[in-house]
């Protein structure tokens, strides 16, 4: 078959990609290696940029999403048993989204079903070809039968594993990347939340974060270590472990329950460098990877999907040019919020390699963070999210 642009990958940024591009009239087909209810399983992000709410809305996506997802005007963090609130809204005007990417992805899979958009699930050995010349295509095997996809560009929203960094020529991409020491173990619980804004917890056993899907249903995480395997960790280890990170008082409203999902996520911070390569453009995950802690991740992907869809847009309205701003353009947001949530990480988390010292300047920075509203306001800046900017 033939296409405008063929998407390589249905998480968010793939599936984003195409609402926005079909919403243009640009003809695009998605093709994922997994079921959709396997992407719909992964419980990843929780926290939504003002930018990627509107970008939702411009696609359509959202009305969901503002009847029942969360605004919150603040966050949390906890540093040496006290709680420190950073009044996001107050210092930014702005407010964060509280919207899991599970529901995200389901409302832009049922939007894409709705529209009749075409879309691969379960495709088997996903190749691009050609992207050096004018004509791209995608090949894969669906239930053992070889398909052909040729299209105008390839946009590789195929995540960190996918295939389509891979199939970039060494000489062509740098890539940096910063590995750290520990992992997050997460826990989703349909319990309510301890607190009615998200908790970032310093602590001397490891960081904790209490975040949250809703009224009723909870998302924990626990510093852990690269080694540490989830069958080791029963519901009760975990909720003993949250309880001692946390302030005594909000250790007591703790509720638990069973966990309906629990797994560790490795941090890693990530960047290639550039994204585009003749007519393949890297997007979210595939071109760079963020630690959680800033809850970055995500955003990332959507603004990526922000400046691919104008330069689209751009190309198939006589101005070529356009594709040549997406990398440097989507870069220099990418690389602000890798900065952010390196320091984050480096902020709350314990190092035990750094020794005293770098423990002491951890206590140093938290201190001036809270009595310095120039601090608390880049914090927050940072936080909301950076605006898009057109370079
Ligand atoms: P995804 O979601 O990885 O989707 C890529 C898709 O491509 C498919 N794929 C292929 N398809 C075809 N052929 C191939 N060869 C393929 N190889 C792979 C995959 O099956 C998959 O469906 O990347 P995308 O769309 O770029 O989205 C990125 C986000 O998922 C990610 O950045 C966030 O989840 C990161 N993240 C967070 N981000 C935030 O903004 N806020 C948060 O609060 C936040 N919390 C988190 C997070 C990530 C976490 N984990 C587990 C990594 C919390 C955690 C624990
Ligand atoms: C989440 O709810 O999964 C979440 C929230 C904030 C983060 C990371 C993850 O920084």
């Not at 359509?60 to 029942?68: C, K, L």
């Not at 329950?257 to 941090?267: D, M, R, T």
């Not at 709350?348 to 306001?377: C, D, V, W």
Request: charged share 20%; hydrophobic share 40%; aromatic share 8%.
């Amino acid at each position: 078959m033939k296409t405008q642009v063929a998407i390589v990958g249905a998480g968010p940024s793939g599936l984003l990609l195409g609402q926005l591009l079909a919403k243009s009239g640009i003809a695009n087909i998605v093709i994922e290696q997994r079921s959709g209810d396997y992407v719909l399983g992964r419980i990843r992000a929780g926290v939504l940029e003002q930018t990627t709410v509107d970008l939702l809305r411009e696609a359509g996506v959202a009305s969901r999403m503002d009847a029942e997802g969360l605004p919150h005007d603040g966050v949390e963090l906890c540093f040496g048993g006290q709680r420190h609130r950073i009044d996001l809204h107050g210092l930014t005007g702005k407010q964060v989204m509280v919207y899991g990417q599970t529901e995200v992805t389901r409302d832009l899979m049922a939007a894409r079903t709705a529209a009749g958009l075409p879309t691969v699930y379960e495709a088997d050995e996903v190749a691009v070809h050609g992207f050096d010349s004018a004509h791209p295509s995608v090949t894969y095997l669906k239930d053992g039968v070889r398909h052909e996809v040729q299209a105008d560009f390839i946009a590789g929203c195929d995540g960190f594993h996918g295939v389509c960094r891979a199939s970039v020529p060494a000489g062509a991409i740098t890539q940096h990347e910063k590995v750290y020491p520990f992992g997050w173990l997460g826990v989703l619980a349909d319990v309510p939340p301890v607190s009615d804004e998200l908790i970032y917890v310093h602590h001397d056993r490891g960081f904790a974060l209490c975040s949250q899907r809703s009224k009723v249903r909870s998302r924990y995480y626990v510093q852990c270590s690269l080694d540490d395997k989830v069958e080791h960790w029963s519901d009760d280890a975990f909720w003993n472990e949250l309880r001692a990170r946390l302030p005594a008082d909000t250790a007591a409203n703790l509720v638990t329950g069973p966990s309906i999902e629990k797994s560790i996520a490795p941090l890693r911070s990530f960047v290639a460098e550039p994204l585009r390569f003749g007519r393949l453009m890297l997007v979210g995950d595939a071109g760079h990877i963020v630690p959680p802690t800033g809850a970055k991740g995500l955003n990332l992907a959507a603004s990526d999907v922000g400046y691919l869809w104008q330069a689209l847009q751009g190309f198939y309205a006589g101005r070529a040019g356009e594709i040549d701003h997406y990398s440097q353009r989507a870069l220099a947001r990418i690389w602000k919020a890798e900065r952010f949530s390196w320091w984050m990480t480096s902020l709350m988390h314990r190092f035990p390699e750094n020794g005293t010292f770098g423990h002491k300047m951890q206590i140093a920075e938290m201190e001036y963070l809270f009595s310095s509203r120039a601090a608390m306001t880049a914090l927050a800046e940072n936080y909301v999210g950076l605006p898009l900017v057109s370079t």
